[in-house]
């Protein structure tokens, strides 16, 4: 019995170069379509924070409350404790960060927020007992963590088949 062997030849016909094209506009595309996706999920996130700060019963003057916000990342006003955003990427699909304290003067003790860090993990007090951590953002953060990811996950599916199918 003779075996014959096939001899396999590629044509292109432009799929290289539109394969070339594709993955050069993926990153874009990616930060475009993920993005205002995740952007909307980050804003939620926000208000979840803030109803933990109260639901945590820090609330007492409503000051570290009112500092909970939204900044550009890597600009921090006044003296605060910036927690980074979980999504970062060069491509920048969250370009903020939520940041509690600074900003506002507490009307009890007459300083700057200066607190949020201390209450967000716990702290020493004066007179050495410990108070436990209170964690509001963090805890924000993981009840939307599902969320986040879907955003991602649908905003790449979407920038995949926008470059490689087509709009």
Not at 47 to 65: H, K
Not at 73 to 93: D, I, L, N, R
Not at 140 to 162: F, M, Q, R, V
């Amino acid at each position: 019995m003779r075996m014959s062997f096939f001899k396999h030849t590629e044509t292109d016909l432009g799929s290289k170069g539109r394969a070339k094209i594709a993955c050069e506009e993926l990153p874009k595309k990616i930060t475009q379509e993920a993005g205002w996706r995740m952007k909307a999920v980050w804003y939620r996130v926000l208000e979840t924070a803030r109803s933990l700060c109260m639901g945590y019963g820090i609330f007492r003057t409503g000051t570290l409350y009112r500092t909970i916000r939204l900044e550009d990342k890597g600009t921090v006003v006044g003296e605060g404790m910036p927690f980074e955003v979980v999504f970062t990427s060069e491509s920048k699909m969250i370009s903020s960060e939520i940041v509690a304290g600074g900003l506002l003067i507490n009307p009890k003790s007459g300083r700057i927020c200066d607190y949020a860090q201390a209450v967000h993990d716990g702290h020493f007090t004066v007179g050495g007992n410990w108070v436990p951590p209170r964690p509001f953002l963090r805890d924000a953060i993981y009840l939307h963590i599902d969320e986040l990811l879907k955003a991602a996950g649908e905003g790449i599916d979407s920038a995949i088949n926008t470059v490689w199918v087509g709009d």
